[in-house]
């Protein structure tokens, strides 16, 4: 069993950044990295917009540059994931992963959420190089091209009228026959001259050739007749799945499965803070989580500093009383 002041779940941006102010505090600091370092960042080919990057960076590498600050000040990382944990006794914390078994004071948690995949052949080969699912992030590298949005609901829409910024065209391709999204949303992307509309149409495959999207297969839903499309770039918006079934019942979320936090980052339980996508169901920004991970670390701070300042009161306490005997 090892004991650790802070235990931070998840290296995303707010993960990682969390960890370069509480090892900054002198608070003992393990990162559980997950399965890959950098979380989403880390799948981003292109990160245009993280301040400090004029010319851009790769999402690897700035995951990369964020971990080495924070082992700079001492931040360990393991490279594992969390199989249970229980924060019902309170602090310390009990967190087990694969190979290994700790005891926190704090928590801090970061481990985000994902966006939901079509599962279709060419999506993960194309990640970074065509597809995506932050036009926010990417619209910018498709200036001038012709892009396909998938899906029909509120972000789709807002996503699509976004990339009419960059984009020469945008095809809106809808596996229904009526869009989703609000009436606002639709009557805008509806007076957009270059935003299309397919209805009732799934896209099947994506293809590509020398390491970026060319074209794409599509199926009508109620014919089966395909199709092929060239295309330059597809953003896929289906949702996103917060990943917060591991803790149960454990810390309080809300109706979409996203961690209920306060205006100082607290959950439900206290001691145990949340930053990143994990909570955040609105901006989803590498920038905003690194912001709201370091809203976390002081927070987490604080909290401690109280906290041993109560234990201290109250051994103090204990001590007159005893001497008063």
């Avoid at 995303?12 to 509480?22: D, E, F, H, V």
């Avoid at 399965?35 to 590498?61: K, Y």
């Amino acid at each position: 069993m090892r004991k650790v002041r802070v235990l931070i779940i998840g290296s995303g941006p707010a993960g990682l950044t969390a960890a370069i102010y509480t090892a900054r505090a002198q608070l003992s600091t393990v990162v559980i990295t997950g399965t890959q370092l950098g979380g989403q960042i880390a799948t981003t080919h292109d990160v245009d917009n993280f301040p400090g990057f004029p010319e851009g960076i790769t999402g690897p590498e700035l995951a990369e540059r964020i971990r080495a600050q924070a082992e700079r000040f001492g931040a360990e990382f393991d490279y594992d994931i969390v199989t249970a944990m229980d924060f019902t006794k309170g602090s310390p914390f009990y967190v087990k992963t694969q190979n290994e078994e700790y005891m926190a004071d704090a928590v801090i948690v970061t481990i985000g959420a994902n966006p939901r995949k079509l599962h279709i052949p060419g999506e993960d080969q194309f990640i970074g190089r065509g597809v995506s699912w932050c036009a926010t992030c990417d619209g910018f590298f498709f200036r001038g091209k012709d892009i396909i949005v998938v899906g029909g609901g509120d972000s789709a829409l807002q996503e699509a009228i976004f990339l009419t910024k960059f984009a020469n065209s945008v095809t809106v391709v809808h596996r229904r026959n009526e869009l989703r999204a609000s009436v606002a949303l639709q009557t805008r992307a509806f007076q957009n001259d270059r935003i299309k509309f397919i209805y009732d149409t799934v896209v099947d495959e994506i293809k590509g050739a020398d390491g970026r999207v060319t074209n794409v297969t599509l199926r009508n839903v109620q014919t089966g007749a395909t199709e092929d499309k060239l295309i330059d770039g597809v953003f896929i918006f289906a949702g996103y799945d917060p990943n917060s079934g591991i803790f149960g019942t454990q810390l309080k979320t809300d109706d979409l499965g996203y961690l209920i936090v306060d205006d100082f980052m607290r959950t439900s339980v206290e001691g145990v803070f949340a930053g990143g996508e994990i909570h955040d169901n609105y901006f989803r920004q590498a920038i905003t989580a690194s912001g709201q991970g370091a809203s976390a670390a002081l927070a987490t701070v604080n909290w401690l500093g109280e906290r041993e300042r109560d234990l201290q009161d109250l051994s103090t306490e204990a001590q007159v009383a005893t001497s008063g005997d």
